[in-house]
Structure formats: C-alpha cells, structure tokens
T-cell receptor, first 112, second 112 residues
Framework: DAEITQSPRHKITETGRQVTLACHQTWNHNNMFWYRQDLGHGLRLIHYSYGVQDTNKGEVSDGYSVSRSNTEDLPLTLESAASSQTSVYFC???????????FGEGSRLTVL | GENVEQHPSTLSVQEGDSAVIKCTYSDSASNYFPWYKQELGKRPQLIIDIRSNVGEKKDQRIAVTLNKTAKHFSLHITETQPEDSAVYFCAARNSGNTPLVFGKGTRLSVIA
C-alpha cells in the first residue's frame, strides 16, 4: 500500500547539532509539507514543496531547511538545533488542489 | 495570509451528548475547510471536509456547517462516544494551490 513514512520516530540531540528528519511518500504526490506541533499552537507550517526543486517557507521556517531532489522525499534539516525546536514534527503530502492531506506518523525531537 | 481561530480549546461532554467546535477564518477567498481528528499519540486524519459551494455536509454522526458571509464553520458531533475523545483541528485553504492553515485544536473529552 502507498504510504508516507517518517524517520526517525524519536530522536534526542544536543543544542548546536545538525539534525535531519526524513520523509518518504510512495503516492507520487507533488505537494509535500512539514508541520510542527506544539501544545497551544496546533500545527504550524515550516516548509513546503510543490514539486522537484521547488521549496517554500512557511510560517515558522527560521532555523529549518528542506530540499526536494525527487518526488518521493522531503527531508527537513535543522542546521543548528535549539531547545525551542523540541517538538513533534509531521510530514504530509497531497496530490494537489483541494485533495486530502495525508500525514506521516510524526517524529518526536528533543533538543537538550 | 489566512488566519484560523478555533474555539473552545478544551471541551468535555457526557457520553451521548452533542459536541460543537467552531472556527473562524480571515481570508474571504478560502474555499476548502477540512476537519482532522488526532487521537493520542497518532497522526491527524481527515474526518470530514466542506467546500465553499456547500452550506452543510453530514457523515453519520458528524456534520460540518459553513457560513461564508460570517466566515465561520463548525463541526457537530452527535451522540458522542468515548472513542470520539481526541484533538480536533479545523483548517482552511484559499483558492489555488496554497497550504492548509490550521486552527490550534480542540481537545474533546467524552465522559462515560
């Protein structure tokens, strides 16, 4: 079955380290998104992509970057992790337009 | 850009009672309004959505209403059951291929 997977599911890192969260979907969806979820803030958009080589900043993009070298993957990189980036990160994809947004299982990141 | 406000942030109801969650949006060009349910430790999943050419949509015990003039939409759950306990997110998207903007979520507790 087609799906969207994230790895790692849990990670603990130290302040200042670079961290990459992987997102892989097998639906061949053009549109992919990264959200972070924090208590009291809901789901906030970090970065998104509408296709290969396309990336766009979302509401809370500072300190994060993404790259889209193929349709299936949108890795999220924290260049220098900060304690404020402790959160649950969700990757999501949709074929486009007003199609349903499908979420991955989430990655819980703790920055000490 | 779009801004989505969601109320209440927490809601407790007795099993069998109805629950109503309300959202307002700011962009009059928004035309797609989905609702997502997130059970504890799980990913958000779409439960119902409505488009701007429809005023109401129903699916068994859940329904969504849309008032475009007032720019608000609501989720109604009737005959609530313990398995309805979850966090519910509303979202809105304006015309074109723009990302969903989510409300901050409502934690619904159904008390048996």
């Amino acid at each position: 079955d087609a799906e969207i997977t994230q790895s790692p599911r849990h990670k603990i890192t130290e302040t200042g380290r670079q961290v990459t969260l992987a997102c892989h979907q097998t639906w061949n969806h053009n549109n992919m998104f990264w959200y972070r979820q924090d208590l009291g803030h809901g789901l906030r958009l970090i970065h998104y992509s509408y296709g290969v080589q396309d990336t766009n900043k979302g509401e809370v993009s500072d300190g994060y970057s993404v790259s889209r070298s193929n349709t299936e993957d949108l890795p999220l990189t924290l260049e220098s992790a900060a304690s404020s980036q402790t959160s649950v990160y969700f990757c999501a994809s949709t074929p486009g337009g007003t199609g349903e947004l499908f979420f991955g299982e989430g990655s819980r990141l703790t920055v000490l | 850009g779009e801004n989505v406000e969601q109320h209440p942030s927490t809601l407790s109801v007795q099993e069998g009672d109805s629950a109503v969650i309300k959202c307002t949006y700011s962009d009059s060009a928004s035309n797609y309004f989905p609702w997502y349910k997130q059970e504890l430790g799980k990913r958000p999943q779409l439960i119902i959505d409505i488009r701007s050419n429809v005023g109401e949509k129903k699916d068994q015990r859940i329904a969504v209403t849309l008032n475009k003039t007032a720019k608000h939409f609501s989720l109604h759950i009737t005959e609530t059951q313990p398995e309805d306990s979850a966090v519910y997110f509303c979202a809105a998207r304006n015309s074109g291929n723009t990302p969903l903007v989510f409300g901050k979520g409502t934690r619904l507790s159904v008390i048996a």
